[in-house]
């Protein structure tokens, strides 16, 4: 593992059904800008917040996320949550990666700009806020200027542990890519061609 000499890691958390290139990009790209030394993709158990019922089992996200980043000495993957039984807490993870770590570690969540929003309403945020930094990537197709006004809001100690990043972004949903398997459509350079394959070998997506 090429690891730059500093402790800053990024965290990139999501549910990744499945992980496509909007994903991969904006991780490269707050990797980059923010001098990270690696990136961590942290796939959800059982997420508390999303309104889908119907997530693919996580055996089969955190396979396709593994395959995603192979080609990246940067990125690693953890089971954390995953391992977790029940509801996934960030709050929850974040204990654990600090109280595993060295103590010296810098930690920064990336999230895109829907996501960022949802933080407001996580599980104990104040002691988030004290865990780890934020970086909030603008992403096509959600208002950075509502984001914004909601940003500004917060309080001062929590405002600053948020650094906004203006990527040009790519516009690219998961959701999109579980659309276009269901009905047949095209679903290359949206996301890795090994992913591509394990869909296609699985049968994954097919009935939405
Ligand atoms: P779904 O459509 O199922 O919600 P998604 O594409 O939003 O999937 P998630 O797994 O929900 O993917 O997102 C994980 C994280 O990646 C979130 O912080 C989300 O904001 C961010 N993200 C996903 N796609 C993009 C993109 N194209 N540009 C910027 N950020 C993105
Ligand atoms: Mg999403």
Redesign the pocket.
């Known amino acids: 593992m090429n690891i730059l000499p500093n402790n800053r890691v990024g965290i990139m958390?999501?549910?990744?059904?499945p992980i496509?290139y909007?994903?991969l990009y904006?991780a490269e790209c707050a990797r980059h800008k923010f001098a990270l030394s690696k990136v961590l993709f942290i796939p959800s158990g059982q997420p508390v917040h999303k309104r889908?019922t119907n997530i693919l089992d996580p055996v089969h996200r955190l396979q396709m996320t593994r395959l995603a980043v192979e080609s990246n000495p940067f990125f690693e993957v953890s089971t954390v949550e995953v391992d977790r039984e029940g509801p996934t807490y960030t709050v929850d993870t974040m204990e654990l990666l600090y109280s595993e770590g060295s103590g010296k570690e810098e930690f920064f969540f990336i999230?895109?700009?829907?996501?960022i929003l949802e933080i407001l309403t996580w599980k104990d945020v104040t002691r988030i806020f004290e865990l780890c930094q934020f970086i909030a990537?603008t992403?096509?197709g959600y208002s950075f200027d509502r984001m914004n006004r909601v940003l500004r809001n917060l309080p001062g100690k929590q405002r600053a542990r948020i650094h906004i990043y203006e990527t040009g972004?790519?516009?690219?949903?998961?959701?999109e890519i579980r659309e276009r398997v269901m009905l047949g459509e095209p679903v290359k350079y949206l996301l890795p061609e090994n992913v591509e394959k394990y869909i296609k070998a699985h049968k994954l997506y097919i009935n939405g």
Do not use: K
């Open positions: 958390g999501g549910t990744f059904d496509h909007g994903h904006i889908r999230t895109g700009a829907d996501a990537v992403r096509p972004g790519i516009l690219i949903s998961s959701t």
